[in-house]
């Protein structure tokens, strides 16, 4: 018994120094991270700038330690957001010792607008006259939509051009929820507002399936476009080869034009030496390595006038919320101390969402009008700027978007679960209340709504939807029947949303700063991003606990993460939203 408790006790001080010892090794990896990411970096000449885009690209940077570690190698990795890859970009094309781009790109977990933008920051690279050689093993049609903005697009001679066209697939929760006895109680307002669909059916509407038609149908036809102008083929021919899986082997896809050539990556990088007119080895600069290199003539630092950009992503939610998430208090603070800084001359709204809370859009919605009132406001669309994305670009001066971007969806509805079914008759558990008035429970979990309860929430519902359809109509200049014709909860693409009036024109955030700048009568400036991200040291504190679990799931998961995180939202709708029916991913 005692050598049993001895080696127990031993065993169990050995994995709490194991422990440890994991614990400080990380922390020193972290701040080793932190300590050194504002090192400036010295590169060779006759260097490439290697674009790898292989992680969640976010329209900024993050601070955060845990965004910039790999669970699964145990390495820390620098993840750039969509505003230091296009600064990079830039500065490489103006940069001497950069000769030209090695675009890798395989799986990109991007949304489309997203994608444009990088590919466009490409194309505009292309002038200087250095070269963009585009490589991969394997391409998906988002990578090859990428790649083919480069000069030469290589392939492995055993890889695939997967080219198939746009679908969207939505799972639905109805026939489980009714297995679990969770009634889902919900009340709606616009014909096209299918985020409730999840929960009350097993396949999609007919209104539903002619917008997601309609909307993928133009993101096809815009990428279509963009391969048929840079591989000078006819767009007629792109859509042949999808229809019929032409690129069905490697040599199809050269023999059709997709590709230039099928090479290892040896011979790609054989070529590169060539190009580069260096004997040794590639002089490859990563992009985390990059960033930390020094602006040519950057005027920008020392400019008095600056251009504010407030980046607005994940869920619109009531309260103080964090990065990722769009938290009433933290982004309207953020708006309010753009509008009261003096030396700040116009604002750039820069909105990554497919909604959320109506009232956490609201108070959003009216700092945003104030800050219109007083300076320039650009709103632009990233990915998804729908139904709450929406209601809070509204007040702006003028909208930028994607054609890729999914925008609209204006349209609002209340969700609310009676779990009394699962309790009682699945778990035998049975809920009982004491209250001062008839309907002091109201919206309770443990029970059906009542016809006097639906009327109600309808009622505020209908209240939402014509302040929602008010703002809009007031903030672009149109009338209410108007926006009520083109709202009902129907989501459009960028290309659509400019032919009837949602937005004003095609541009990506660098445009919206430009914007911005021009309407403020700046010739010189610099921005600042709002709300400002907190101390990496605080965060690693604040979020070891609570976040390393997300980030462990999401690293073990990979490109499934999604499901994970899409149902999360899923069960986290509850009360009145003016929200995306879907999460929109395209690969």
Known sequence: MKSFLKYTLATIVGLIITGLLAFFIFFGVVSSMISDKDKPAEIKSKSVLALELDHMIRDRSSKDPFANFNFQSFKPVKTLGLNDILANIEKASKDDDIRGIYLDVSVI??????????????LDFKKSGKFIIGYSDNFLQTSYYLASAADR??????????MAGLSSQLMFFKEGLDKLGVEPQIIRHGKFKSAIEPFTRNSMSEENREQIEAYIGELWSHMARGISQQRGMPVEE??????????????AAVEHGFVDALKYKDEVLSELRDSTDVE????????????????????????DEKVAVVYAMGNVIMGEGEEGTIGSERI???IRKARKDSTIEAIVFRINSGGGSALASEIIWRELKLAQQEKPVIASLGDVAASGGYYIAA?????????????????????????????????????????????????????????????????????????????????????KEKVDEVGQGRVWAGADARRIGLIDGYGGLQDAVKMAANAAGLEKYRTVGYPELKDPFQEFIKEFTGNVKTKVIESTLGRDARYYRNFKDAMSMEGIQARMPY???VY
């Open 109 to 122: 977990p991007a949304g489309m607008a997203t994608m444009e933008e990088i590919r466009n920051a490409l």
């Open 238 to 251: 792109v859509n042949r080869v999808t229809e019929k899986l032409s690129l069905h082997s490697p040599e």
């Open 395 to 479: 007040p702006a001066d003028s909208i930028l978007a994607s054609p890729n971007t999914i925008t609209g969806s204006i349209g609002v509805f209340g969700l609310f679960f009676n779990g009394k079914e699962m309790l009682n008759d699945k778990l035998g558990i049975h809920v009982d209340v004491a209250k001062t008035h008839q309907y002091a429970d109201l919206g309770s979990p443990f029970r059906q709504m009542t016809a006097r309860e639906r009327e109600v929430i309808r009622s505020g519902i209908k209240e939402t939807y014509n302040t929602f359809i008010t703002h809009v109509a007031e903030g672009r200049d149109m009338t």
């Open 583 to 585: 999460k929109i991913e």
């Open 153 to 162: 697009v290589y392939m492995n001679p055993e890889g695939r051009v997967n």
């Open 280 to 303: 040794d080895d590639v002089r490859f600069v990563g992009m985390g390595k990059y960033d930390r290199v020094p602006k040519i003539k950057d005027y920008e630092g020392l400019a």
């Open 332 to 334: 309207s603070r953020a």
